[in-house]
């Protein structure tokens, strides 16, 4: 991924305070020299519509990267209102004080658009069929930020993970101090990606747009993900082996699949993404998963949650 150049000051306002990503993008901002502002709540709720019009009088930001979402996939099927309210309504006002500022406006989505039966990795032109309303209320969120009329770009990632919050990787290391086998599902393939090469992949974007000024060719959606694809099964063995290198014990993996371990909402089989455009675009690609994956267990140690 090249280095980032900003020339000029730029503002950026982030949204997401407490999120992975958010968490991600205010440590690499820092570590660039980048000012951020980062929102979030109590501050900055999608349902209250005066916090998000203030914090952004505030910020006066140059860019915007919106990370907060609703991401309680499960509960989403009986929270529909909330999940709508965060992840569609909210994004379509900040879109709209974005376009009467005339400011860039990049904006997160998910995988989870797509039902996951193409059986090759997705483009950005292919078909959405969500399967939940979590997928839903994303997608919704996507047509709304691109409707507004702002300079919007939507940047669509998958498996996200990170050092800090509720993710499957900490979710994993934590249940194999519980027990020495773990069933993860083996049926599902996908594209992990760590929040901070995430982060890294969106401050290279808002470097090109700084560079450039923006161009008609930004408009739109791309995908954003590690590079290489893998199962949750895979992605559990893989950590395993990581994890050894600080002096963990690895548990059995045994693979199951899918309706072995049934939830509320259905997730997307195959949801691997070609992440082509980014690169021919943005001239950015995320490293290897694997490389991702190494770097947030050296992180996860450092820490005292491993070993």
Known sequence: MPGLAYGSAMTVLVTGLGGQLGTALAAAASDAGIPVSLVGQPTFEFDRPETITRAFAQASPDLVINTA???????????????FCANRD???LLAGLCRAADVPLIHVSTDYVFDGTKGAPYLETDPVAPLGVYGASKLAGERAVLESGARALVV???WLYSDTGRNFVRTMLAASRRTRSLRVVGDQKGCPTTAADLAAALLAIAARIKAEGWQERFVGVVHAAGTGSTTWHGLALALFEEATRHGVSAPDIVPIRTDEWPTPTRRPADSRLDCT????????????WRDGLRRT????????EIG
């Open 156 to 158: 669509r990632t998958s």
């Open 69 to 83: 979402a609703y991401t309680a996939v499960d509960a989403a099927e009986t929270d529909a209102e909330a999940a």
């Open 297 to 304: 267990v050296d992180r996860l140690a450092l820490q005292g």
């Open 90 to 92: 909210g994004p379509a």
């Open 277 to 288: 455009r980014l690169a021919d675009v943005f001239g950015v690609t995320l490293p290897p």
